[in-house]
């Protein structure tokens, strides 16, 4: 079974990036634009590592980090342009 990685990032340069070396290693990347979109993808899928931005549109990836943990214990990897 292929791993599924979460990739939420609203800037799709990053997450072009991501999923050309993430699919070269056989897995599955599955990506949104927004916290609340992220939160919703981890409740219905079985993902293995969320990779979340911090400054996203709707709900952050501090926000969303913090509601996922509450759903399930699972790795998150938080990128931030932010100094």
Same mark, same amino acid.
């Given at each position: 079974?292929?791993?599924? #990685? /979460?990739?939420?990032e609203d800037?799709?340069?990053i997450v072009g990036l991501l999923r050309l070396? /993430?699919?070269k290693d056989g897995y599955e990347i599955i990506s949104?634009?927004?916290g609340e979109?992220?939160?919703? #993808?981890?409740?219905?899928k079985q993902i293995s /590592?969320? #990779?979340l931005d911090i400054m996203m549109?709707?709900?952050n990836g501090i926000d969303a980090c /913090?509601?996922?943990?509450?759903?399930r214990q699972m790795p998150i990897i938080m990128l931030s342009a932010t100094s």
């Open positions: 079974m292929t791993k599924k #990685i /979460l990739i939420a800037d799709e340069d070396y /993430l699919e949104v634009d927004n979109d992220a939160f919703k #993808i981890v409740k219905s /590592l969320a #990779i549109p709707k709900m /913090l509601k996922i943990r509450e759903e």
